[in-house]
């Protein structure tokens, strides 16, 4: 069974940076691609950053380009995701999100959540002065 455990979530100034990770428990992390969700209070749940298997493909909201960053180390089954810049907008309980063997695009992980197979149970990123 695949698990996965967020960590890294606080509170920081805005324009402040913060880094989450992910922490997969599966045999083998090459065979997953992986996303970043995150849903703010009353909204939606949004995907923020997706990366392919072999972390050659990523894709990133509009809302977060050039400020957020996406990276995995599949010998320590670890994703991570670098904030910087940061915005009060951008606070959100932030989820790590699998999925096995994909032949989607990483656009198409990030835009349709729904096709994510695991999930974590997320962490909290508060942005306020």
């Known amino acids: 069974q695949v698990q996965l455990v967020e960590s890294g979530g606080g509170l920081v100034q805005p324009g402040g940076s913060l880094r989450l990770s992910c922490a997969v428990s599966?045999?083998?992390?090459?065979?997953?691609?992986i996303g970043w969700f995150r849903q703010a209070p009353g909204k939606e749940r949004e995907g923020v950053t997706c990366?392919?298997?072999?972390?050659?493909?990523?894709y990133y909201a509009d809302s977060v380009k050039g400020r957020f960053t996406i990276s995995r180390d599949n010998a320590k089954k670890m994703v991570y995701l670098q904030m910087n810049s940061l915005k009060a907008e951008d606070t959100a309980v932030y989820y790590c999100?699998?999925?096995?063997?994909?032949?989607?695009?990483?656009?198409?992980?990030?835009?349709?959540?729904?096709?994510?197979?695991?999930w974590g149970k997320g962490t909290l990123v508060t942005v306020s002065s």
């Open positions: 599966v045999f083998t992390l090459d065979d997953y691609g």
């Open positions: 990366i392919s298997r072999s972390g050659g493909s990523t």
């Open positions: 999100a699998a999925k096995p063997l994909h032949i989607t695009t990483v656009q198409d992980m990030c835009v349709y959540a729904y096709a994510m197979d695991y």
